[in-house]
């Protein structure tokens, strides 16, 4: 990357507290979250269940910063609008997921939203390589999705510098975010990588003071 890029920390609100949704968005985003990361898990993609479009359109009043959401959901095409609707700013879907890529990157953008696509652990980039010039973001996932609190899985790493360089290569401006197990001890590793955009669920959350998590990570990715 020849400039130092712009680094944005997005908490996952996975690992939040949902009897208080709405204090819990807020209190992250007072404590510095350049966004807040939204996963729709559907028990059928994803072994996990969680929420949707009414959430999203719950939580929009209480936050000023972008609504990144993540679909774990098979088929995708459905749901789009829905969130575009409820307020999401970004959506992202796993390429395998969906009947047809283009398509619904169109669509999402056609919403009005950013889109992306999603690259579990064992996908391959492939996917990426008629796309690009519909793509805003790329998440890289360094857990296999379904859950909070997973380990960090250290291939990610390797995929992550991969994309920088096909991002760097195209000319466009495309976010890099990583997310799975990104702690203050790894983040710089994922930034030195490449990745510019962090999701974070139970490194943020599960600690009772979220300001010194997060300026601690803009510590270490101040040192990248
Ligand atoms: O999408 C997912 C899991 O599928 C993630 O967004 C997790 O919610 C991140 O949680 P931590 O690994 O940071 O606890």
Excluded at 31 to 39: E, L, R, V
Excluded at 67 to 85: S, T, W
Excluded at 149 to 177: C, P, T, W, Y
């Amino acid at each position: 990357m020849p400039n130092k890029p712009t680094y944005r920390i997005a908490p996952s609100i996975l690992s939040a507290d949902f009897s208080r949704l709405g204090e819990e968005v807020r209190n992250v985003v007072s404590a510095g979250a350049d966004m807040i990361h939204f996963d729709v898990m559907d028990n059928h993609y994803v072994p996990n269940l969680t929420i949707g479009p009414l959430v999203c359109e719950a939580i929009r009043p209480h936050v000023q910063v972008p609504i990144d959401v993540h679909l774990m959901v098979k088929p995708v095409d459905r749901i789009i609008p829905d969130f575009a609707k409820a307020g999401a700013n970004i959506i992202t879907f796993h390429p395998e997921a969906s009947e047809h890529i283009d398509r619904s990157l169109q669509l999402i953008r056609d919403h009005g939203c950013k889109a992306g696509l999603v690259f579990n652990p064992a996908t391959p980039l492939d996917y990426l390589e008629h796309v690009m010039d519909k793509l805003d973001i790329i998440l890289i996932m360094s857990v296999n999705p379904g859950f909070g609190g997973q380990s960090f899985i250290h291939e990610a790493l390797r995929k992550i510098a991969i994309v920088r360089r096909l991002i760097d290569d195209s000319g466009r401006n495309i976010m890099l975010e990583v997310d799975g197990g990104i702690k203050i001890e790894n983040i710089a590793q994922a930034a030195a990588a490449g990745a510019d955009t962090f999701v974070a669920g139970s490194a943020i959350f599960g600690k009772p003071d979220y300001k010194l998590v997060i300026d601690a990570m803009r510590g270490e990715l101040a040192k990248v």
